[in-house]
Structures are given as structure tokens and as C-alpha cells.
């Protein structure tokens, strides 16, 4: 079971996250010089993205050092509204000393999603050098209401794909194409992090953590590190099925 953190409310949480970021940060960048991280889309990430533009931890991180990476992007262009880019955009990285070189966008505003996976694919591997298992020092992820994470949904293609790094991945639920790393990929990273928020999350989240192995109806539960760490960060209102909470 990896490790579980239960806090008080979203804001506690946030801080918590930041200050993970932060000492991942630090730490890559003490032992290499640089900290690739994979940011996560949808609302429950902002809280942390804008604690980590303001003091103190905007003076306290080597930003100049961080490579920005998504690890999904629904095909939209970035300047959309449910761009997973312009979030992190107008939360955090319009308020730090970055330059474009170090944010690494996925195109979803190209009209074919899957050359816009393999193009992103290309990306990482041109900042990660040769090697044939990119290794993210950080990957933040959330969970949805149906069990998925990233644009890995219940039933979808992508969640059988092992060799790819990226793909396009169709979503019949929304009739739409998503971008989306794949579960291969996350899975080699050093450190991953879940935030888990609000009691729509409270079913899925028990059933991915204490359920029956069902990958393909919960596909989060694809998310078993082999070697790095694996964090879940969760709000009582997401935690209020967990068995934990609930025994004397």
C-alpha cells in the first residue's frame, strides 16, 4: 500500500504538495542540475500550482533549472479554457522566471491527435538524452470520479499500450481525443504524486486502493511504481470511504 496522507481540507493539502515540489526540486537539482516534473490538469492541482508562484516559494525554487512537462491535454488549443496548458499557465508559470524552452507543452490543438502524441514523445526524449526509459523526477496526477487519471479512461485503448510513451487515446464517454502519457511512462518516475479531493472521489478511491485489481474499470490502479515512490495526498471528504477512517 503506498504511502496515504489525509488532510484536513484542500488548503492543507495544497501546502503539503508545494512543499513536496519543493524539496524534489531541490533535490534533483542538488544531485543533477535539473528537475523534470509532469504537471496534472483539472482544478485540484491549482491551489498548489499558485501556492508555489507566491512567497516563499517563489524565492526559494531554482526555476531556471525545472523542465515543464503535461502528462495529458485534452485537444483543445492553449489558450482554451479546458486546456490542462493554460491552467498551469495562468496558475503558476506566468508568475515564475521561466523561458519557453523549458515548457514542454503537448500541441493539442493539432487536428491529428496521434502525430501530436508521437511529436510529444519526441520532445521528452530529445530532453531526457538516450535513453530508452525516460525518468521523471516528479509526476503529479489526480483522480476522476470514474476511477481514470491522466486521460486514461475506464475501457479505453490506451490503458494496454506498453510501448508507447505517449499516445492519443479516444474517450467514446466525451466523444472526444485525448493526449495522454501512458501508464509506462508514469511508472518509471521517481516520485509520483496523487491529489485527491472532494466526496465524488470518496467511491473510486477506495476501490482503486483497497478493490479488486480492475484495471480497466479503475484505471488508476495502473499506477504501481517499481522502483520509485508513490504518494496519495487526500482530502477527509475523498477519504471518508477508506477503511482506515472507519475502524475503531
Given at each position: ?123 521528452i526524449r530529445a530532453v531526457f538524452g538516450a535513453v530508452d526509459l525516460p525518468k521523471f523526477d516528479l509526476v503529479l496526477l489526480g483522480l476522476g470520479p470514474d476511477g481514470h487519471t491522466l486521460s486514461l479512461f475506464p475501457g479505453t485503448a ?44 470518496a467511491s473510486p478511491l477506495r476501490e482503486v486502493l483497497y478493490g479488486a485489481h480492475e484495471p480497466g474499470k479503475y484505471p488508476a490502479q495502473l499506477t504501481r511504481p517499481a522502483k520509485g515512490e508513490c504518494y496519495w495526498f487526500i482530502d ?13
Amino acid at each position: 500500500m503506498p504511502p496515504i496522507q489525509i488532510f484536513l481540507d484542500p488548503q492543507s493539502l495544497a501546502h503539503a504538495a508545494a512543499a513536496l515540489f519543493q524539496e524534489k526540486a531541490a533535490n534533483a537539482i542538488a544531485q543533477r542540475g535539473v528537475f523534470t516534473v509532469a504537471l496534472a490538469g483539472g482544478s485540484t492541482p491549482r491551489m498548489t500550482y499558485s501556492l508555489l508562484a507566491a512567497e516563499p516559494y517563489r524565492s526559494h525554487i531554482e526555476w531556471a533549472k525545472i523542465h515543464f512537462f503535461w502528462g495529458d491535454e485534452r485537444c483543445v488549443p492553449p489558450d482554451h479554457p479546458d486546456s490542462n496548458y493554460r491552467m498551469a499557465l495562468d496558475a503558476l508559470l506566468s508568475h515564475i522566471p521561466v523561458v519557453p524552452g523549458q515548457v514542454h507543452r503537448m500541441q493539442g490543438e493539432n487536428p491529428d491527435a496521434a502525430r501530436a502524441a508521437a511529436a510529444y514523445e519526441i520532445e521528452i526524449r530529445a530532453v531526457f538524452g538516450a535513453v530508452d526509459l525516460p525518468k521523471f523526477d516528479l509526476v503529479l496526477l489526480g483522480l476522476g470520479p470514474d476511477g481514470h487519471t491522466l486521460s486514461l479512461f475506464p475501457g479505453t485503448a490506451a490503458l494496454g499500450e506498453h510501448k508507447a510513451l505517449v499516445v492519443a487515446n479516444w474517450v467514446e464517454k466525451f466523444k472526444t481525443w485525448r493526449i495522454t502519457m501512458t501508464a509506462r511512462l508514469v511508472n518509471h518516475a521517481a516520485c509520483i504524486l496523487f491529489q485527491v479531493e472532494g466526496e465524488d472521489k470518496a467511491s473510486p478511491l477506495r476501490e482503486v486502493l483497497y478493490g479488486a485489481h480492475e484495471p480497466g474499470k479503475y484505471p488508476a490502479q495502473l499506477t504501481r511504481p517499481a522502483k520509485g515512490e508513490c504518494y496519495w495526498f487526500i482530502d477527509q471528504r475523498a477519504a471518508a470511504l477508506l477503511p482506515a477512517l472507519n475502524e475503531p
